[in-house]
Nanobody, 127 residues
Framework: QVQLVESGGGLVQAGGSLRLSCAAS????????MGWFRQAPGKEREFVAA????????YYADSVKGRFTISGDNAKNTIYLQMNSLKPEDTAVYYC????????????????????WGQGTQVTVSS
């Protein structure tokens, strides 16, 4: 079994910052890509950011570019999401995800492309 566990969510005022963490547990595995998605009440799960370990390339949704930064440690199957200049519209449950297969860039935004998911951590941004 592979488990992903997120942490770092909470309540923050608009303009503030939070840092989310995601770490794998259970059986060891090698991920090719890891990322973050978020889901607001009544909304579809949407892509936030991803990192492809080959080359360390990072990708972001337009809505978070310049504000969020994804980073991590491939050897530890661990990623982080530094969120700055938070807005109320960033409020959502944030999910960590990982893939054991090489994902093409054009499918990084598709939840079904990934193999493992965390339980989610709530981020609430007040105005």
């Amino acid at each position: 079994q592979v488990q992903l566990v997120e942490s770092g969510g909470g309540l923050v005022q608009a303009g503030g910052s939070l840092r989310l963490s995601c770490a794998a547990s259970g059986r060891s595995f090698s991920s090719y890509a890891m990322g973050w998605f978020r889901q607001a009440p009544g909304k579809e799960r949407e892509f936030v950011a991803a990192i492809r370990w080959s080359g360390g390339r990072t990708y972001y949704a337009d809505s978070v570019k310049g504000r969020f930064t994804i980073s991590g440690d491939n050897a530890k199957n661990t990623i982080y999401l530094q969120m700055n200049s938070l807005k109320p519209e960033d409020t959502a449950v944030y999910y960590c995800t990982a893939s054991e297969t090489l994902l093409r860039i054009n499918v990084l935004t598709i939840p079904a492309a990934y193999d493992y998911w965390g339980q989610g951590t709530q981020v609430t941004v007040s105005s």
